[in-house]
Every structure is written in structure tokens, then in C-alpha cells.
């Protein structure tokens, strides 16, 4: 895997060293690692397996870690970067599921400070609806037949340089960036509103 540029070198409310460390460092460590375990992969004994511990399994363990960072944080970096005003479809059908914008913001936002990892806004493909899911590490609690589609990391080292224990300012500096142009994207991409039917 590749790592993915940034369209965006800082944020209102995010600085230049916030946003590098996290992208640069952090992020840009979940892709050299889940290259490296694919590596390993290819040539691991797959005979002497074991489920307390064997090569195998350690390598197909982190491969969920490595992998959901690279994937989550993707999805992050891609929706921040504007101004975070509501618009598009995307608005619509969260007040088709959450009541109104207001309530699946108030969802948002204590998944934010209830989570120790992410807040993933997802459409689930089984009930046809939007649903907030939090997860503690990038390997856990993630539902399947579920899109994210719009992400939120409030990890400590996603605002601690600029916020310390903030998160709660974090939080909102988050929501004032989002980028609800690329989240409409998501939306048209995976024919979100043709799938509700
Ligand atoms: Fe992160």
C-alpha cells in the first residue's frame, strides 16, 4: 500500500505540527507495517498453527490493526478539510434516521467522548439505516456489512499537541472542519439512497 497524500497541510483549529505528526508519522506507520506483515505473510508456516500463539496468527491479529489504522484514518483525512457546513443529500438522510441533524449531533458528539478510538458515522447495509458505532482500538467492535461514512479519531494523539485533554474543544474543531462535500461522495459512490430501497 501507498500512503495517501493530505489535500490540506493544516486546519482551522488544527496546526500544521498536530495534523504532521498524526499524518506523517502516525498513519504513514499503519501503511510501512501492513506492508510489512503482508511480507511476512507470503512465506509464514501455515502448518504449525496455533490459536494461543503461532507466527500465523500473530501476523493475521495485527494485520486487523495495521490495516483498519490505514483504512481509518484514510477515511478521516479524506473527510475534514472545509468548512463543516451541513449540506447535501447526506443531511437528508440523517434526519430520515436520527429524527433530526441536532439529535444525530448530540449522538455524534457523546460517541466522541464515550469512544477511546473512533466514532464512525455508517450506513448499515442490513437495516438500511445510518448508525453511530464507536470503536477503542482499530481493531475493535467493528460491525460488518456496515460503510463508514464519515470518520472521527479521538484518539489522544489526534488533538493532544494542540488541545491536551481537551476533547471536548477537539471535538468541535472536528465538526467545524468536516468536509460534507466528500461524505456526499461516499454517498453517490456506494448509491447509498438506491440501496434504502
Ligand atoms: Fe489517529
Given amino acids: ?15 500544521e505540527k498536530q495534523i504532521s505528526e498524526h499524518h506523517d ?8 507495517k501492513i506492508n510489512e506483515i503482508r511480507t511476512k505473510l507470503e512465506s509464514v508456516n501455515k502448518d504449525d498453527v496455533n490459536a494461543t500463539f503461532s507466527d500465523f496468527r500473530e501476523l493475521k491479529v495485527e494485520e486487523s490493526f495495521a490495516l483498519n489504522g490505514v483504512k481509518l484514518h484514510e477515511g478521516y483525512f479524506d473527510n475534514l478539510g472545509s468548512n463543516g457546513r451541513p449540506q447535501g443529500k447526506i443531511i437528508e438522510l440523517i434526519k430520515e434516521d436520527f429524527g433530526s441533524l441536532e439529535n444525530w449531533d448530540k449522538d455524534f458528539r457523546a460517541c466522541g467522548i464515550a469512544a477511546r478510538g473512533w466514532v464512525i458515522l455508517a450506513f448499515d447495509l442490513d437495516s438500511k439505516k445510518l448508525h453511530n458505532f464507536i470503536c477503542d482500538a482499530h481493531n475493535s467492535y467493528g460491525i ?5 461514512l464519515l470518520i472521527m479519531d479521538v484518539y489522544e494523539h489526534a488533538y493532544f499537541l494542540d488541545y491536551a485533554t481537551a476533547r471536548k474543544k477537539y471535538i468541535d474543531v472536528f465538526m467545524q472542519n468536516i468536509n460534507w462535500q466528500f461524505v456526499n461522495s461516499l454517498v453517490e459512490k456506494y448509491k447509498i439512497v438506491e440501496l434504502r430501497k
Fill in 1 to 15: 500500500m501507498d500512503i495517501k497524500p493530505l489535500k490540506f497541510k493544516q486546519l482551522s483549529g488544527l496546526s
Fill in 25 to 32: 508519522v502516525l498513519y504513514a506507520g499503519y501503511v510501512k
Fill in 144 to 148: 460488518w456489512n456496515c460503510i463508514p
